[in-house]
């Protein structure tokens, strides 16, 4: 039965690092107001590596429609301007003295929807990721079979507690998945 615990308890830790990464990226998909965790992931090369922005910079939203980088090293700005124009979210900085300022235009419909087809994608690619944590783990209840050390009924209730937390955390995603879509429409 000791065995059963620990592997219910890896399956949530794996599906714990899942969540975090949907949420991570979920937030980087643009609703219409500026919010500072938009672009805080995004990669700076700085001092011979890549940094996240968030590490080399503080970020704010002063206004609804804006956003205001202020890098601590003063001789990153052209690379921070570049590595926000490069990202995915494409977005227009512009220097202005020792501050970078991204103005959000605001969200047309067609673009909205764009966002929400964006959004699905994500969803779905943290289901995959759920069932291949599952997947794992399945196979090291399957290996207890071989084993002897534990009985059919108790397997089979591991896998019934599988499905169960697999359910569980995929409506989780779910329910991430529509606040975002109705974060992104309501605007």
Sequence with gaps: MQMEHELIVLLKQKFDKVMEL???????????RAKPDMVENVL?????????????????????????????DKSLIREIE??????????????????????????????????VKLLKQKTESGKVMLRQARQ???EKVDGLKDT??????????????????????????EQLAKAKEDEIMDV
């Design 44 to 72: 700076v090369f700085a001092y011979g590596t890549k940094m996240r922005l968030v590490e080399v910079a503080t970020i704010s939203a002063p206004d609804t429609n804006m956003l205001v980088i202020s890098p601590y």
């Design 82 to 115: 570049k590595a926000i124009a490069e990202s995915e979210m494409q977005l227009s900085p512009a220097v202005s003295g020792d501050q970078i300022r991204i103005v959000l235009p605001p969200l047309t419909q067609e673009r909205r929807l764009d966002f």
């Design 148 to 173: 002897g050390a534990v009985s059919e009924d108790e397997i089979f209730m591991l896998h019934e507690q599988l499905d169960k937390v697999t359910g569980d955390y995929n409506t989780k995603i």
């Design 136 to 138: 794992d783990v399945k």
């Design 22 to 32: 949907v949420k991570e990226d979920m937030s980087t998909v643009r609703v219409g």
